[in-house]
C-alpha cells in the first residue's frame, strides 16, 4: 500500500499491535503532529493530532493491549492507548528526539532523551 501525508515528513514508523490480540498494526509518526494507525491494507483506523512534530515512538505493554509513546518537538511524551487517544502526558522541557523502554522486574520505565538530557520516566 502506499499512504499519502501530503508532502509533509514522516518521522518515525513501527509496527506493533495495539489491542490485546489484535492484527498488527503499522504506526507512523508526522512532522504536522499526526500520528496514524494503519491497517494491513493501508486503511488509517486511528489518527491523533500531538500539536507538535512528533520526533519518535516506542510502545510498552498494558492492559488489554499496547500503550504508545510519542515523542514530540515541544518536549513532551504522550502515553496513547489503542485508539490514539491520550492516556497522560510527560513535560521533559526539550524536544524527545530518542525514546527507550526498559523492562525489569515487573515494571516499565521509559527513557526519553534529547536536547543533551537524558530523563527516566517511571510508567508502572
Same mark, same amino acid.
Not at 57 to 81: K, N, Q
Given at each position: 500500500?502506499?499512504? !499519502?501525508?501530503?508532502?509533509? *515528513?514522516?518521522? =518515525? ?24 494507525? %494503519?491497517?494491513?491494507? &493501508? ?7 500531538? *500539536? ?12 488489554? &493491549?499496547?500503550?504508545? %509513546?510519542?515523542? !514530540? ?6 502515553? %496513547? =492507548? ?9 513535560? !521533559? ?22 536536547? *543533551? ?5 517511571? %510508567?508502572?
Amino acid at each position: 500500500f502506499q499512504f !499519502c501525508n501530503y508532502g509533509y *515528513g514522516v518521522t =518515525d514508523v513501527l509496527i506493533a499491535p495495539l489491542q490485546a490480540g489484535g492484527p498488527p498494526m503499522v504506526v507512523l509518526a508526522s512532522e504536522t503532529g499526526y500520528v496514524y494507525a %494503519l491497517d494491513a491494507v &493501508g486503511n488509517v483506523v486511528a489518527r491523533s493530532n500531538l *500539536g507538535e512534530s512528533v520526533l519518535e515512538l516506542a510502545t510498552i505493554d498494558a492492559p488489554g &493491549g499496547t500503550e504508545l %509513546l510519542a515523542g !514530540c518537538r515541544d518536549g513532551r511524551v504522550y502515553s %496513547l =492507548d489503542a485508539r490514539l487517544k491520550t492516556v497522560r502526558r510527560f513535560d !521533559c522541557g526539550w524536544p524527545v528526539e530518542r525514546l527507550a523502554v526498559c523492562k525489569a522486574a515487573g515494571r516499565a520505565s521509559v527513557v526519553a532523551a534529547g536536547g *543533551g538530557e537524558v530523563l527516566s520516566l517511571g %510508567l508502572r
